[in-house]
């Protein structure tokens, strides 16, 4: 329970990790708006606890953040020095999150990652693809851009820094890393690039899926500013 700083020190003390990796987060986007108080109690005070705990025991934690303490104004990939402006609850709660680890004093690696998928669970692909088995045409926001990152991949990715013992849970860790590209385990996408529109990676997994389900299905883009103004 992210919300009771007892009852995860609870468990921590009857534990003891040596490495904490924290994969729990509130991420219910636009749910976050008006849900503020559950989500920062997930999303910032949760880490900040988990971390606090692991600075009194020699513990490390590795934490999982997110492309959302960015406000999307950059004219490329953002590096882990860029400024961070989120624009809305989720971001700001999640770079609470950041903050509070920092604050704690553990020592601690955090992983900046971007547009999560995977063939099993709840993320955006899946429920594209759900949608597009119910109706004949869905209306996609366009002009986003971002690193669609496997699953598996960042699993992966977190299972080679964890192996990395003198890196992470025998000596000083105290970072941010930017997770968002999937390397080793490639999405191909047009010309070669590692970021996408919305659009442009649903039009990919349309496409496999028309191969593979004889889905077929309309795409109407449109734009944040559009679905602003309506």
């Known amino acids: 329970d992210l919300t009771s700083e007892a009852a ?3 468990v921590l003390d009857r534990v003891r990790p040596d490495v ?9 986007v636009d749910q976050a708006e008006t849900d503020v108080a559950l989500a920062m109690a997930v999303n910032g005070e949760g880490p900040g606890a988990i971390a606090r705990w692991a ?35 989720y971001g700001a709660t ?24 995977d063939g ?23 002009d986003q851009i971002g690193a669609p990152t496997s699953v598996g991949w960042l699993a992966d990715a977190t299972g080679r820094i964890l192996r990395c013992a003198a ?9 941010l890393r930017r997770y968002a590209r999937p390397r080793g385990r490639k999405l191909m996408l047009p010309g070669g690039r590692q970021d996408t529109s919305i659009t442009g990676l649903l039009a990919l997994v349309f496409l496999a899926a028309l191969l593979a389900r004889g889905l ?14 309506e």
Not at 167 to 175: E, L
Not at 216 to 229: D, G, H, K, R
Request: overall charge neutral; some cysteine; charged content about 20%.
């Open 55 to 89: 600075a009194e025991n020699d513990a490390a934690i590795l934490h999982y953040s997110t492309d959302y303490v960015f406000d999307g104004a950059g004219a490329g990939p953002y590096r882990e020095t860029d400024p961070v402006c989120p624009v809305n609850r």
């Open 20 to 28: 904490i990796v924290n994969a729990a987060a509130y991420t219910a």
């Open 8 to 10: 995860m020190r609870m």
């Open 167 to 175: 890196a992470v849970a025998r000596g000083p860790v105290d970072g």
């Open 120 to 142: 099993a669970g709840r993320n955006f692909l899946n429920t594209i693809l759900r949608l597009a088995g119910e109706r004949p045409e869905l209306r996609i926001v366009d």
């Open 94 to 117: 999640k770079l609470a999150g950041e903050q509070a680890i920092r604050d704690a004093g553990a020592r601690h690696l955090i992983m900046r990652t971007s547009w999560l998928y």
């Open 216 to 229: 077929n299905i309309l795409l109407l883009p449109f734009s944040v500013e559009y679905l602003t103004a």
